[in-house]
DNA sequence: CTGTTAGCGCCTTCAG
DNA sequence: CTGAAGGCGCTAACAG
């Protein structure tokens, strides 16, 4: 009943297994006389073969998957992103493999093996850290990897993210369209590209606007709710309190208008509007809310996965040899954000 | 570099391949001396052995994979269960594959044959509708399922669900005791039985707080943003409104807010508060949020997982003959859901 | 407890 | 363009 073999189908074509296997193959420009495939086909229709991928791994050493390495599931972005790549990845006969490093650098190394146990053909990761040796070890190993989100000090590696820069500059130089002129920016672990490219863009903006920085308005920090909760605490014990707020990510904001939300409740009328990247659902009831940077993360996907078929499609080729110690050697795609105005401040 | 198989093990600890694979074996009380066992261990050590999961699989017909298929990935519920789910295979030396069926029942048997094609040893589904006779032929083909969230008709497949009917109970009752009378329930489509469950817990509460249930106060009908947003702006033009609604799931009590968000800023003054299921991070946000159910997201995959596993080892025991015609016969577990209370609707 | 011996289902030279 | 034959790396009886 589940035992249709090749064996089976070139039988009943009246051909050879050999035969089969070429009319079957995926990618391939096959071999095969036009008359031959056909008999071929309706006799795996008929039989209700089915290719056992995993004999077809053991021979070609590739399983056509590719693995989602990311700090954590339950996240927006990352879930538009799988999004992204499962649609990518399906269209050329790839499967998608999740794993979940929990924002250790440990476990994402403990990932890595037996994702590359598993055979993985290639991975994208979006890097737990900062640091990223284990990631350095991956792609000596020979393993094709694109990064997402952000880079990673010292890995020479693929990469594609969003125009961070250009983001929070566009938002902040919305925000001085709208005629503020005292903007804070808030959050960020100045060793992540991510809030260092954001922080750039926030400074252009000040500067093309004419406005010197004021160093106690940039509070940088983590990049979590925590601190965004509690940066926002500290601003609002400011004598002079800025007017608007740039937020390095969607946590900080989060717990910035967290952190807010108490202050009204408490009868606090503030009137802070807050710009800060990524959008979700919930947007238009976040009561700060003026800007929002939308992130393509599905695109990203789907940039990353075709990036990685291609570094797969060079190391078949070329492979074998040293093991890629070229394999692509950082090259880097930007895709650009999207800004959006919102109605928070205006309550 | 990358070609160390069983066979150099054997020769470095001077044993044969047979041991070696003995003594790497999973699960099995592989029956190998101590000594043997550690010389056999320090020669994988020194080798830098990987095993061959392809291979292993080729021979057992098992992946140590399992599958979750759902209908979307952008979704909290689906990423705490797949972060669940996670977890618990990592512990046993399963790895997740993640499918999206998109919605559609059509793209779903899909992915199922992908999958099945891929040899995962079993697969966890959020079903996209309410039939399901793809399910009930993969259920026929062997292939151990799980169902997670909601039962299919006609389909006698194992399932791990939220107690709707005690969450929607509790829910209703929590605002009966803050004194509301005039409640409404929104949104649900009756074919699908986590939202005939609710109803039913929402109309015992009633019944039991000595309410008779005013038909027009019951708005059934989809289970999207849209339908909320749709039904909460039939009932702001009642003449009589309720004072309290019980929202069927996430995405239509966020439609309902949206509605009423537009409704405040138009000028209106309602005070409706809202009671319906999960929580985000953003729960605290939305405006007239009073109570939440809060569904075991993670322990549910934990469960479906562990289920699963157990179909697994039982098939491999029973497994052959008949394509497991009892694939475990519709065994359900229920999760209860949590209450919580919000400050919604005391702005 | 350990070794020998067949394959698992497919791909892939190498001939024809 | 097609067929024959030899593994890929590992496991699972069977023997010893």
Redesign the interface.
Known sequence: ??GQTIRDVAAAAGVSIATVSRALAPDKAARVAEPTRRRIHSAVEALGY??????R??KTRS?R?VAIVAP?????F???L??GM?GEL?AHGY??????SANSGEEEKKRF???????VDGMVVIPAGARGEHLKVMAAR?VPVVLVDRLVEGVNLDAVLSDNEAGAFELTRALLADGYRRIAFVGGDITISTARERLAGFGRALAEGGIRPEPDWIRLGGMG?EDGYRRMGAILNFRRRPEALVAVNLLVH?GM??RL?EDR?SGERNAMVIAGFDE???T????ACRYTAVQDAAGMGKQAVRRLLELIALKRTQGGAE?AKETGGGRIIRLPVRIVRH?GGLF
Chains 1, 2 share one sequence.
């Open positions: 009943m589940k089915r290719t056992n991928h995993t004999a791994s053991l399983t998957t954590e599931l339950a996240n927006d990352f879930m538009d799988a999004e499962e399906d499967t998608l493999l999740i794993a979940c093996s037996v994702l590359t146990d598993r055979m020979g709710v989060l208008e967290r939300l409740r979700t659902a919930y238009p009831f976040l009561p093991p109605r």
